[in-house]
């Protein structure tokens, strides 16, 4: 329905604007990307895992990674009915490219060429409903590669960013990483961001130097910027990725089970000292080698162990891996982060193109600008927004217990009415119903409460529609 | 050699003991002292999670630093020699022992998170054959994280550090800062060494490895490599295994700090107590010999004295020269003052300038946290980067100083060490005044204020046109100004906010400004004393021993042939034993 609304208003902005051909075909474009997947940005210092980690999302080596810096240009990843690759210039028409695939991962040579960005068609199943973008490294040495990501992402033009929404990558939060999501905050999809950007710890099976239990540490490093307060307002939620792990056990093969389960099936002391050190691991075996660049020291540790405690066949494997790798989580956080609410995200960022647009363009936004104003103040599902936004970077402050039920009411751990009300998935209705009431009476009373200032009141009163939303359904 | 410098200066100091020279044997036992305070400093530096702390550890073979999967050190660790395992914190002005086992408590972010003890560094005494020769392992914070004003204390440390060594994993190449960081190091540190750690668990750490130097030659560093795996290394402690030892790439490192940076400091250590000895030996000897000529043939005495007087003359002439050093030395300390201070002031300026057009853009109180924190890093990081320059400026400025003087051994350089000190500490910290409170109450007042008089005024213009005094068109007026008056309010009190919040700014850079001002003003004149001190001695004590010189020749005109022939004999043989003493300190 919202989708319908800003559509309606986009279609006679175009009308509007029919004299002035490039802003026409802005708008044109505004309106496809409605109809088109989500548009998942992955974000993050140099070297953080960001292809490895958009390979495991998609499930294939697609993006060519290295040990050095690797990605330079921005990469569009996107559903398509056949592979394709197509080079946009920063002058000049479109060129397609050829496909190449070596080793799996895909060849692309841009020669000279000044590179707008390059946009891979791939069919597959995973690309479906999003369309992943890769993005060069921040605090790159090559100042022009980073400079190229941080102006996709916060493009200073006055333009909304083409991304709806940003996975965030970091080893560990480093100053650049907030300063970055700072940033990110303060422009381009601007008035409300937190709600749109997931911050990823990535290459988690490292930070314990490789240990069995790595992936617990991780876990709790990431619980622990969960609830630093200078992280809250910047993103919605920090997850712990082993970005090369879950990729590896995507695409795991029967061969490399082969390898390692005779690997473990051989006495424990000669693998334990053999793994050691990479170089120990990898000395004089070319197939070892090669499956330590699939694994890394982490993921050879973990596979011996769970093949050593009876998980005998690649598919089981396989599903433990992913499952230790924490992108099962990362998947469930960007299904009830961005997923649920995709329409809506793709709403707001075509009303904020058009919004400029009207802004900055000569003349004539009157009643288009008084349209897209009414959409975006009239529209509960992005008065919601706007308020978890203000909850979480603390510009509306509530009680802590009240904030906490506020930001899980208002859809910050995912959208359906029993996650909103803080019940089991499987809750009757009665129940939702009854929680839902007893929510919306103290929600009112809330909003009496003449003890809060006027946001907070504002705050309440949002809350209370929210929880007469939850009982109409 | 087998004496080690302390040995040889007891040796010359048993030597010239007795020829009642005060001033020479002050001379070294100054020498001596400065020996046996003499720490080699090795800064190990990176950014956070880096492996920094493991690596302190890996070269002691001792679990000293705490080590954490999170972010582990929040204060600086100063590991160095001691009989019995101790540690102490050092805190401003208090010294606190405190027992060994308690260490983790106060250097680890879990239990002194961003250093809320205010400590400024921990000291660690651990009895280790590394550390025995004076060697002192400083583990830092890392740089780069959250709280980066870590970063601005790590560039003050660097000057006063003999080595230092930059550890990255073998995660990544170099990123932009960290490339940043090494520019500066090697700039004001003799013996910069690059570390890739956690080869163990990056199969291309050699492609790495690679890069960075590659990264390292386009910048024009040169810098010595090494790449370790702290894993291994504590394996093979632990199981005493040689071959992993040798894989753990361990040994080139500690070769490296034993040979280059502990080797180093030892040669200049025994280059500048060998000049001492023999500076002070050579006047002993040259008084001794002029003796032994004139008793041997008293006739040619006469000349002697006429050749001694002429030297001393131009021993004279040494100090007259000192004019002219003497003039180099003020000039350039006075030029220099004027430039740190000139470009402390114009970096401060130009943050003054950054941070008002920030101001002017909105209300101040609502941007506070951020703003001031952003003023603070970028206060502390002009002042180190500051600092850093002054000292590079004051080091070429005693070089240029040196150059007055004729002979090589006239040239030798007192050691200038510049104090690390954190100017910033003594900063009081930017705060904004406390807001007059302007609720709904204190809004309603001025609302009703600006409608009173507006509905007085229009009612009483309606009263002679026989309206009554409130009537729609006054009550209108009355509402309109009331909201006028609300928003010029407001608008007052934004203005005021800023220029409070300019004031508290501008407060706060006079105070760092000042501060730092005085410390950079400090150490040139700490400098400028030492170098004319050093200099005005010698020239001194050349002259006192010819002076000796002329006398003993004097009084050998006037004495029998018997004593003659006894006093040369004593004459060859203190020769002799003053000669072997010069002979064992050779540099």
Known sequence: ????????????????????????????????????????????????????????LVGDSLAPTDAGECTRVVTWY??????????????????????VRRAGALEISLGDAQVDRLVVDWPSQSLRHTTLIDTP???????????????????????PTEADAVIYLMKHLHSSDASFLESFRDQGVARAAAINTVAVISRADEIAGGRVDAMISARAIAARYRTEPALHGLCQNVVAVAG????????????????????????????????????????????RAALLRRFGVFGIRLSATLIRQGVRSQAALAEELVSRSGLRELQRVLQTQFGERRELLKARSALLALDRVLRTGPGGGGRLAGEVERIFAGTHEFAELRLLSALRSGVVALPRPMALEAERLLGDSGIAPSVRLGLAPDASSGELRQTAFAALRRWQAHAENPMFGRRSADACRVLVRTCEGLLTR | MTTTPIEAVDRALAAIARYDRPDLEARLRQARARLADDHVRLLVVGEFKQGKSMLVNGLLGAPVCPVFDDIATSVPTVVRYAEQPTVTLVREEARIEVPVDQLPAYASEAGNPGNRERLDHIEVGIPRPILAEGLELVDTPGVGGLGSAHGAATMSALPSADAVLLVSDASQEYTAPELEFLRNAVSVCPNVACVVTKTDLYPEWRTIAQRNQTHLESVGIKASFFMVSSTLRWHALQTGDQEVNKESGYPPLVTYIRKKVLGEADSLARRSTAHDVHAVIDQITESLRAEQAAQSDPASAAALIDRLTLAEQRAAGLKERSARWQQTLSDGVADLNADVDYDLRDR????VREAEEALAAGDPTKIWDQFSKWVQDAAASAVSANSVWATQRARWLARRVAEHFDSEREQMLPSLQTASSDPLRSVREMSLRADEKWGIGGRLLTGLKGGYSGLLMFGLLGTVIGLSLINPISIGAGLLLGGKTIGDERKRIVQRRQNDAKTALRKYIDDVTFHAGKDSRDILRAMQRDLRDHFTTLAEQLKRSLQESIQAAQKSVKASSADRSTRLEELAAELAALEKVRQEVTP
């Open chain 2, 348 to 351: 401060m300026r130009e943050i």
């Open chain 1, 1 to 56: 329905m919202i989708t319908d609304e800003v559509r309606r208003v986009l279609s006679t902005a175009i009308d509007a604007y029919r004299d002035q051909p490039r802003t026409a075909h802005f708008l044109r474009g505004q309106l496809d990307r409605l109809d088109s997947p989500l548009r998942v940005a992955i974000a993050g210092r140099v070297k953080a895992g960001k292809s490895t980690l958009l390979n495991a």
């Open chain 1, 78 to 99: 996107k559903d398509g009915p056949s592979p394709r690759i197509v080079m946009h210039p920063l002058l000049g028409d479109p060129v397609s490219l050829p496909v």
């Open chain 1, 137 to 159: 490294g921040i605090a790159s040495l090559g100042f022009e590669n980073s400079q190229r990501a941080v102006r996709f992402l916060t493009p200073d033009d006055e333009t």
């Open chain 1, 244 to 287: 090369l792990l879950a990729h590896t056990g995507r695409t795991l093969t029967q061969s490399e089970y082969t390898f390692l389960a005779s690997l473990a099936d051989g006495p424990r002391e000669d693998l334990e000292s053999s793994l050691l050190s990479a170089d120990r691991f990898a000395s004089g075996s070319e197939e």
